[in-house]
Structures are given as C-alpha cells and as structure tokens.
C-alpha cells in the first residue's frame, strides 16, 4: 500500500541555519504530495503542497519540490527562525473510489530551533 | 471565516464508556474526515463522511462509527473505550466537488482513557 518515510528527529538548528527535512513516498498513480505542521498542543496546519511530478509548493520561506523520479518531496527552508519550532508531517493524499481521499502521513520530524 | 471546529478540547473516560466527539467544517465544506493520533505517531485515518454517508473507512474496529447531519457537521463515536484509544482525534474537512485530497484540520480533541 501507499506509504511515507521522513526522517527521524529530533532536529535541532541553530536560528538562521538552513533547514532540509528528508521525505520519500511510495505509491500507485500520482498523488497529492503535502506537508503539515503542528505545533505544540494544537491541531495539524496544511503548510504546503504540490500535486503533481516537478511542482514546487511554497510557504511561509518553507519550499518542497514534488519528485516523481526519486519519489521524494522534501521540507527545505533557508534560514530557520525559532517560530518554526513544530513538529512537521509529510503526507501524500490516497485516492479511493468515489472520489473519496485519505491522507496517509509520516511518523513525523520534531524540530526545535535553538536561539 | 470560521475554520474546523472541535468539541469538546479534552475529555477523561474509563474503560468500557463511550465517547461522541463533534466536529462543524470549515464554510463552504461538504466532506469531514476522521483521524486518530496517538502520541508521537502521525495521525492515522479512521473515516470520512459525504451526504450522510461514510464514503471510506481505515483500519478501524466496529467500536469506531460515525454520523453526519444535513448541515454537513459530523460525530465521531467510540464504544467499549480501551486504554489504546487514548489519544488526540482530528477533524479534516474538505469539498467534495472541489478534491477531497486537500484537508484541513481542527484542532483536535484529546481523549484520556483510564
């Protein structure tokens, strides 16, 4: 079945250092790609998404780039900020019949950003 | 504009009670999704909701139903609690016509089950 492997955390930065937040995919057809943040004791946040090979989604300096080749997608960032201190899910959206998706995500990368 | 809203934030249950958790989507969203978060893992997808109807469901036990109402909020209910259900439950909502791929999500309601 369709799945999502990101890299173990937890990630520690110092603020300003560049960020890269390895995913790799496996799946049948073309999903959706995305990834989602959630910070401490809240819900999940859509952060960006790409939907289809060679997108590039982009938010808040946050960048990932939608590799069908090496089935890839992952979490870039220039310069980190404290703020973006969260724990960050990879996702791919799961198409079943009648139109009706699931998104499968990945365990999740705890990153804390040191000032 | 309102986003997903949950209710209630936190609830404590003991073992063997049941628990209805509620969940309004965001306006102009047809389709409610449920998933399950234990803690530390990636949430997992229990079921997903579209006319009153359950449209596709995870790998969840009987003990996991739901509901939908004509104005599109949704209940999610668990009978027979184990200590196992403990965990953080999240609505997603999202427009059927528009691509049920891309959710958003509430901010949960944590369950502690004793």
């Known amino acids: 079945g369709n799945s999502v492997t990101q890299m173990e955390g937890p990630v520690t930065l110092s603020e300003e250092a560049f960020l890269t937040i390895n995913c790799t995919y496996t799946?049948?057809?073309?999903?959706?790609l995305f990834w989602y943040v959630q910070y401490p004791g809240e819900g999940l946040q859509l952060l960006l998404k790409?939907?289809?090979?060679?997108d590039k989604g982009s938010n808040k300096g946050f960048e990932a780039t939608y590799r069908k080749e090496t089935t890839s997608f992952h979490l870039e960032k220039g310069s980190v900020q404290v703020s973006d201190s969260a724990v960050y899910f990879c996702a791919l959206s799961d198409l079943g019949y009648s139109s009706a998706s699931k998104i499968i995500f990945g365990s999740g990368t705890r990153l804390s950003i040191r000032p | 504009d309102a986003g997903v809203t949950q209710s209630p934030t936190h609830l404590i249950k003991t073992r063997g009670q049941q628990v209805t958790l509620r969940c309004s989507p965001k306006s102009g969203h047809d389709t409610v999704s449920w998933y399950q978060q234990a803690l530390g893992q990636g949430p997992q997808f229990i079921f997903q909701?579209?006319?009153?109807?359950?449209?596709q469901r995870g790998n969840f036990p009987d003990r996991f139903s739901g509901h939908q109402f004509p104005n599109y909020s949704s209940e999610l209910n668990v009978n027979a609690l184990w200590l196992g259900d403990s965990a953080l439950y999240l609505c997603?909502?999202?427009?059927?016509?528009?691509?049920?791929?891309?959710?958003?999500f509430g901010p949960g309601t944590r369950l502690l089950v004793l």
């Open positions: 790409a939907t289809k090979a060679d």
């Open positions: 909701y579209y006319e009153e109807e359950e449209r």
């Open positions: 997603a909502s999202s427009s059927w016509a528009g691509g049920t791929e891309t959710q958003y």
């Open positions: 799946a049948t057809g073309y999903p959706s």
